[in-house]
């Protein structure tokens, strides 16, 4: 039945929706780049023709780039994980990644070491996020299997967890530990071309390394035995999904914080469009993550005046509705 | 020897001398943090101040409240700090790391103030702020003043130190290298939770507070008419008795939160409150 569903979509669906998703996103990001934020509140436009420069290429296109591609890799390696792991929950938070670029991030903060340079602070959670992804190949490396790797992701991220919350307990000014909080909620405020530089080296390879699993995640859909048994090597399609994950979403979290729910929304909200293959959902997960957040983005340039929301909260409250409504409409399927 | 400089030459060199006295207009500042906001607002001359945050003119947040009303305030931003074009940009140490980064990256002089841990280190970040904006002579004065200021305290110190603890909303308490604990003895009372090895600021249990058998009790409210899990710590059935039976002194939020030269007045209240 699921076969004939999934066989009633071809491959064309695909790509017919990542066109429109494609659309989509040069919209929100043309969107994005003429909406500002003044004490006022939402502006439109730049402000005047001596400013219109510095404020589109130094404020707003970084914000931007980084609303794509944040977005992008935390739909793309949501897709990807859940087809991995073949359970609906899977999300790039799972893996520790998350929690350990922050946990990074936070020590350069505990340090003080964030104002001497912008860039220490992002550079703290790719640190992180590595060293969370060599925690979890060390604990998953002899069993292997994906309940061990779930398992150890949790550990990771509970221990990641506590030890920010360890670092928060040492802060050495409350207004330290009260911004660490804020910046654990994700935001794109004010972040420059620098950021970008930084991130997207690590992103590319990343998406690539997932990218290159996706023939592997078809295969896998079929069950391990069934898989090894068409001449592909689950093993090798797990640690390209978990190792490209890290680096893109370890990358993502270090430069804008954690921003929660777009791994795990995104690729619900597409499924029933391309069918069951998980390979043919990570482009369109990758377009449509990358719309979820700067969209997001841009409803926080919107709010009225006062200090700006945090990223991870308005995606939070966009996704949500998105998924009550999947999850009431499945309802009678799944009975 | 006069005689030989031209007229055109003597105007010119009148008009050094006059620069060399007024060097020029003074330089614009914006200040994005509340505690730059207030100091900025103490050193800087009022045509100087293009914009502050929009907590300085809270009246819960800031004692400087409606001098700060009287300018545009921003939410610390990038963007919004643009439109003004300031020559320096005030802010904090721990605070909008990245708008100071990208700030800096455009070409503004941010001077980015360590917090307030004494009263020298008030000296420090009022004699910072004076240096950036071209008024040195106010800063040494503030702080000549300050120092004053802390000498009267010293001179009237309490002859019998009162075991004293604080409760800060949230259970919070302050310990040793902090503002409040140097102003503590500056007064001339014995900060419990110090003494006990706290070290900056912590948490305290009712259960502890109780135990120290404190004879003066300093209360900091937070916004105390706005329910909030901090302020229900205030309203422990065991604090209300402590409070019926021993002293109580309340100091407001802002006089600790910043490093101001009014935080020695602080002092003065735990002074008055002992002798009552």
């Known amino acids: 039945m699921t076969q004939d569903a999934a066989g009633a979509h071809d491959s064309s669906a695909q790509w017919r929706l990542s066109a429109l998703l494609g659309l989509l996103a040069i919209a929100a990001a043309g969107a994005s780049l003429v909406i500002g934020r003044t004490s006022g509140g939402p502006m439109f436009g730049f402000g005047g023709p001596d400013l219109a420069a510095i ?58 070491l964030a104002g ?59 207004y330290a530990a009260l911004e660490i909080l804020f910046w654990m909620l994700g935001s794109l405020a004010d972040r420059s071309l620098a950021h970008v530089a930084l991130a997207l080296p690590l992103m590319v390879p990343g998406w690539l390394l997932v990218i290159a699993a996706a023939r592997g995640l078809d295969a896998l859909t079929l069950g391990e035995e069934t898989a090894a048994s068409l001449g592909l090597n689950p093993r090798r399609t797990q640690w390209l999904v978990i190792g490209g994950t890290a ?41 449509a993550g990358a719309v979820l957040v700067a969209i997001a983005d841009i409803a926080i340039r919107l709010m009225p005046p006062g200090p700006e929301l945090k990223l991870g909260v308005v995606t939070a409250l966009l996704g949500a509705p998105f998924f009550f409504h999947l999850i009431v409409r499945a309802r009678p399927e799944g009975a | 020897m006069p005689s030989s400089i031209s007229p055109p030459l003597l105007v010119l060199l009148a008009v050094g001398a006059c620069q060399g ?26 045509e100087q101040v293009l914009t502050v945050s929009w907590l300085a003119a809270d009246p ?70 004076a240096q950036a904006i071209g008024r040195r002579e106010r800063g040494e004065a503030l702080v000549a003043e300050l120092d004053a200021h802390a000498r009267r305290i010293a001179a009237r110190r309490l002859e019998r130190a009162p075991a004293t603890v604080v ?23 014995r ?43 205030l309203a422990h059935p065991a604090l209300r008795l402590l409070r019926e039976s021993q002293q109580t002194a309340i100091v407001p939020g802002p006089y600790w939160d910043c490093g101001l030269p009014q935080s020695l007045d602080s002092a003065e209240r735990l002074q008055q409150a002992a002798r009552r």
């Open chain 2, 21 to 46: 006295a007024f060097a020029g207009p003074l330089p614009s500042v914006a200040s994005i943090n509340l505690c730059a906001d207030q100091l900025v607002l103490t050193v800087a001359a009022p």
């Open chain 1, 55 to 112: 404020v589109l290429t130094e404020i707003r296109l970084p914000r931007t780039l980084l609303a794509l591609l944040v977005g992008g890799t935390l739909g793309l390696c949501g897709a990807a994980l859940q087809g991995l792991l073949r359970n609906p929950l899977a999300e790039p938070g799972l893996l520790g990644a998350s929690s350990g670029a922050a946990f990074g991030a936070v020590i350069v903060f505990y340090f003080g």
């Open chain 1, 116 to 174: 001497a340079d912008s860039l220490m602070l992002p550079a703290g959670g790719v640190a992180g996020s590595l060293g969370a992804l060599a925690v979890l190949y060390a604990l998953a490396r002899r069993r292997g299997d994906f309940l061990t790797i779930v398992l150890a992701g949790i550990a990771i991220n509970a221990f990641a967890a506590a030890l920010t919350s360890l670092a928060l307990n040492f802060a050495p000014s409350p």
């Open chain 1, 247 to 287: 680096l893109a979403v370890g990358a993502a979290v270090a430069v804008t914080g954690v921003v929660g729910f777009v791994g795990l929304v995104v690729p619900h909200l597409l499924r029933g469009h391309v069918g069951h293959h998980p390979s043919r959902l990570l482009l369109p997960s990758f377009l």
């Open chain 2, 191 to 233: 900060n419990v939770a110090a003494e006990q090895g706290l070290d900056r600021w912590g948490s305290l249990s009712m259960e502890t507070l109780l135990a120290s058998r404190p004879e003066l009790v300093v209360l900091t409210g937070y916004r105390a008419s706005q329910p909030s899990l901090a302020n229900a710590v």
């Open chain 2, 60 to 129: 819960e947040e800031s004692l400087l409240a409606a001098q700060a009303a009287k300018y545009p305030l921003n939410y610390g931003s990038a963007e919004e700090l643009l439109r003004f074009h300031p020559d320096v940009v005030i802010a904090g140490a721990y605070t909008n790391a990245f708008t100071r980064a990208l700030l800096v990256r455009l070409g503004y002089e941010v001077v980015a103030l360590e917090p307030e841990d004494s009263v020298a280190d008030i000296a420090r970040n009022l004699r910072r702020v």
């Open chain 2, 167 to 189: 409760v800060r909303p949230g259970g919070f308490t302050v310990g040793e290298h902090s503002l409040a604990d140097e102003l503590m003895k500056l007064a001339g009372v």
